[in-house]
């Protein structure tokens, strides 16, 4: 039963281009949300995150949208760069500001095009 | 300041066979995660310490897994008899402070149990 959902396994973007990838979550305790980006054989980084009392989080190209009635968040990021291109994970804190254990998305693959 | 850092990268052992992984996390970070993403799925928690005690372990797939923190610096998981299901990438993480807090991920360890 996943908590965490990130229903496209793959998107294509053209460059320079804006980039969404999006998220599900079915647990409402959740109170915390992160995205963390991954390149092959390395570790996933931190990219951002928001508190579930926002519903916008900016840091230069990176923009996460929380719409915590819908029980969705999304990453918009623009203008899409080549290095942009990796696997990005969405992932959930239960009321612990995410020091606690993440439950993680399967990711999206964000494969952008010249 | 260095990372997170695991080791070995990569481990290739028979099932049946005994495998220890170790996780160095950043130098004072009193947070301390495994977590384990099989092959296209998603990236699970295992279990958290903080400083040398096990915080959450209800992500512990089965008790042929036995992690620990002497002394609240390193960390090791053992596997003790390796299946062929606990093949994955296993991930370890640390961050510092409740609120706020982003995880730190190390390269993963890559076991393969044949």
């Known amino acids: 039963d996943q908590q965490v959902k990130q229903n496209s396994p793959s998107l294509s973007v053209q460059e320079g281009r804006i980039s969404i990838l999006n998220c599900d979550y079915t647990?409402?305790?959740?109170?915390?949300f992160l995205w963390y980006k991954k390149y092959p054989a390395e570790g996933p980084t931190f990219l951002i995150s928001i508190s579930s009392i926002k519903d916008k989080n900016e840091d230069g190209r990176f923009t996460v949208f929380l719409n915590k009635s819908a029980k969705h968040l999304s990453l918009h990021i623009v203008p899409s760069q080549p290095g942009d291109s990796a696997v990005y994970f969405c992932?959930?804190?239960?009321?612990?500001?995410?020091?606690?254990?993440?439950?993680f998305g399967k990711g999206t693959h964000l494969i952008i095009q010249p | 300041e260095a990372g997170v850092t695991q080791f070995p990268s990569h481990s290739v052992i028979e099932k049946g066979q005994t495998v220890t992984l170790r996780c160095d996390p950043i130098s004072g970070h009193d947070n301390l995660y495994w977590y384990r993403r099989v092959m296209g799925k998603e990236i699970k928690f295992l279990l958290h310490?903080?400083?040398?005690?096990?915080?959450?372990e209800s992500g512990m797939p089965n008790n042929r897994f036995l992690a620990e923190r002497t002394g609240g610096t390193y960390s090791t998981l053992k596997v003790q008899p390796a299946e062929l299901e606990d093949s994955g990438v296993y991930f370890c993480?640390?961050?510092?402070?409740?609120?706020?807090?982003?995880?730190?991920f190390g390269q993963g360890t890559r076991l393969t149990v044949v």
């Open positions: 647990n409402s305790m959740f109170d915390y």
């Open positions: 993480a640390s961050s510092q402070g409740r609120l706020g807090t982003r995880h730190f």
């Open positions: 992932a959930a804190s239960v009321a612990g500001g995410g020091a606690d254990g993440l439950t």
């Open positions: 310490f903080v400083k040398e005690s096990k915080q959450d």
